[in-house]
């Protein structure tokens, strides 16, 4: 299942995000405008990032790290894709910042200092079949009362629901899936809707209860601070009193 996720991750993911983005240099002038618009759906409004050390787990292109490096963090960033990686560090080039991205498996990755932050977005969970390696991870790359953030898909609609239809007039919903079940799941890989050359191919996904999420991150050592539960986010009809995603914070705190 591993090797099959990271050889999708490695192929034309690059080119992905060109058509997606557009190349390094123009896409860097508008995150320049706004930083921070990339992460304003993670952090809180008025957060400092003056010197603070953030860790990006599976942080894809790169585009929320180099934000945060424009605001003043220093991070990191830990993804296991090269095209992901070339991206980023490309993206950071032209702004005339610096961004310290790890080319490597999570699994691989041992902090060797604290952050305060430590963060994931859309998407990341579900390539675990043990979610206690991802928390115990994050647990132990955070200072004390640092702050670990995911932000997810939300189960109800990756697991149970079906949907059909690209406008809010025709879109239909069916409850046809298993919300418990523990099977791994094919499906195509997240970039293919920007890439025709990844069309094809496919990976492998845990999809995970919210239960199983926020009972593997207490158990792993965290205090849950909040979890926020949010509707579809860009339209406030579209897929109407459905659950999208998720918003996990969690600190860790000595008993």
Request: proline fraction near 2%.
């Amino acid at each position: 299942m591993e090797k099959r996720n990271e050889n999708a991750w490695n192929l034309d993911t690059y080119k992905a995000w060109v058509e997606r983005f557009g190349e390094p240099a123009t896409f860097m002038e508008v995150i320049k405008k706004d930083p921070f618009k990339r992460v304003k759906d993670i952090f809180e409004l008025g957060t400092d990032f003056k010197g603070k050390k953030v860790l990006n787990l599976m942080g894809s292109n790169g585009n929320r790290a180099v934000a945060l490096a424009v605001l003043g963090a220093e991070v990191t960033v830990v993804d296991y894709s090269e095209g992901n990686a070339a991206y980023a560090m490309n993206l950071a080039e032209a702004g005339g910042i610096s961004i310290d991205y790890k080319c490597m498996r999570v699994e691989d990755f041992e902090p060797d200092f604290e952050y305060d932050y430590v963060f994931a977005e859309m998407g990341i969970l579900h390539y675990f079949t043990d979610l206690s390696l991802f928390f115990g991870l994050c647990y132990r790359s955070l200072k004390e009362n640092g702050k670990c953030i995911v932000k997810d898909f939300h189960p109800v609609s990756t697991k149970l629901i079906s949907s059909r239809g690209h406008t809010a007039k025709i879109r239909k919903h069916k409850v046809d899936g298993d919300y418990f079940s523990t099977a791994l799941v094919e499906k195509k890989v997240a970039f293919s809707k920007y890439s025709t050359g990844a069309a094809d191919e496919t990976v492998y996904l845990r999809q995970w209860t919210l239960g199983e999420i926020v009972t593997s991150a207490a158990g792993s050592g965290f205090w849950i601070e909040t979890l926020e539960e949010n509707p579809n986010q860009s339209s406030e009809q579209f897929d109407k009193g459905i659950p999208k995603t998720f918003i996990l914070r969690a600190e860790k705190r000595s008993v």
